[in-house]
C-alpha cells in the first residue's frame, strides 16, 4: 500500500537520483528535463527497472515512451496512476 503522494515522490526521486548519479535528482525542479541533465536510452531503461521492482507495478506498453521519463513530474504521474 502506498503512504501517500509525497512518499512516491521521494522513492521516484531517490531512484531517478540513482541512475542518473553524479546529478543531484533532489535539486532539479519538478519539470526538468531528465534527458538534458544526463538521462539516456540505457538509463531510461535501468529507471524504468527500478521503478517497476520497487513498487511491484508493470509499466503498461503506452507509457514505454521518452515523455513517460522527461522528467520527475512525468515518472510521478505515471506511478501515482498505476497506484491507484
Known amino acids: 500500500m502506498v503512504d501517500g503522494d509525497e512518499s512516491v515522490e521521494a522513492r ?4 531517478v537520483r540513482e ?3 553524479p546529478t543531484d535528482a533532489n535539486r532539479l525542479p519538478p519539470d526538468a528535463d531528465l534527458w538534458a541533465n ?3 536510452s540505457l538509463g ?5 527497472v527500478r521503478l517497476e521492482e520497487e ?5 503498461p506498453d503506452e507509457a514505454l515512451n521518452r515523455t513517460t521519463f522527461a522528467s520527475v513530474r512525468s515518472i510521478l504521474d505515471t506511478m501515482l496512476e498505476l497506484l491507484r
Do not use: K, M, Q, T
Not at 521516484?12 to 531512484?15: F, G, L, M, Y
Not at 531510461?44 to 524504468?48: A, E, F, H, R, T
Not at 513498487?55 to 509499466?59: A, G, Q, R, Y
Open 44 to 48: 531510461s531503461v535501468s529507471l524504468l
Open 19 to 21: 541512475v542518473l548519479e
Open 55 to 59: 513498487f511491484e507495478v508493470e509499466f
Open 12 to 15: 521516484v526521486r531517490e531512484i
Open 38 to 40: 544526463g538521462l539516456n
